[in-house]
């Protein structure tokens, strides 16, 4: 089946970089996306890797590498803001079905 | 900005009652999804439409239906409520079928099914 794993926690401090990794198992698909979710609140979109490579959206970056079914998502100069939960997800070709991942929870101490 | 509404934020019912979620949109999307969220596990796809009166089925839709009458609107219906259904139900829509496509959610529906 199609299958996208993240560690289920992180811990870092402020002003810390920290990165969120995300390995899949799945086939065919248009991009590696990533979400944030603040409890309480709705989760929001952060980035897209269309290709390979590093995409860069101020503190955040995301990676995706397709030969190694892996990407992350960097997050520098954290802030407790971030603490949150954090998702990857893809959605399949062909399809309007997205996969998400098993998401992690960032904590950023101060 | 797109904004995605549901009609509860929290709701409590008992097992066996019809559970009924709302969720609308106001930007004109195509496509709408429902997902429940459990820890470890993720975002679970339960149904999905791509237009009005369309639906699929998604990763776990045992328990659930879902009705979109209107374009705005997508309605998740729990037959006969279990407490298996106790989760975090997230409603999210996106504009159409381009290779990227942001997924706008809700703030979600926290369900306790007594």
């Known amino acids: 089946g199609q299958s996208l794993e993240q560690p289920s926690e992180v811990t870092a401090v402020e002003g810390a970089i920290v990165q969120i990794n995300c390995t899949y198992q799945?086939?065919?698909?248009?991009?590696l996306s990533w979400y944030q979710h603040h409890d309480g609140g709705a989760p929001t979109f952060l980035s897209y890797n269309a290709l390979d490579g590093l995409e860069e959206t101020g503190r955040f970056s995301s990676f995706l590498s397709r030969s190694d079914s892996y990407g992350y998502l960097l997050l520098q100069e954290l802030q407790m803001k971030d603490s949150a939960s954090y998702f990857c997800?893809?959605?399949?070709?062909?399809?309007?079905?997205?996969?998400f991942g098993t998401g992690t929870r960032l904590k950023v101490l101060a | 900005d797109v904004k995605v509404t549901q009609s509860s934020r929290y709701l409590v019912k008992r097992t066996g009652e019809k559970v009924f979620l709302e969720c609308v949109q106001d930007?004109?999307?195509?496509?709408m999804f429902w997902y429940r969220q459990d820890p470890g596990l993720g975002l679970r796809l339960i149904y999905f439409s791509y237009d009005v009166k369309m639906k699929e089925k998604g990763d776990i839709p045992e328990g659930y239906s879902v009705s979109r009458e209107k374009k705005e609107r997508f309605s998740l219906i729990l037959e006969s409520a279990s407490t298996n259904q106790t989760s975090m139900y997230l409603c999210?829509?996106?504009?159409?079928?381009?290779?990227?496509?942001?997924?706008?959610f809700g703030p979600g529906t926290r369900l306790l099914v007594l």
């Open positions: 799945t086939s065919g698909f248009y991009g």
């Open positions: 997800a893809v959605r399949s070709s062909g399809t309007y079905k997205y996969i």
């Open positions: 999210a829509s996106s504009l159409g079928t381009g290779a990227r496509e942001t997924q706008y």
């Open positions: 930007m004109d999307h195509e496509n």
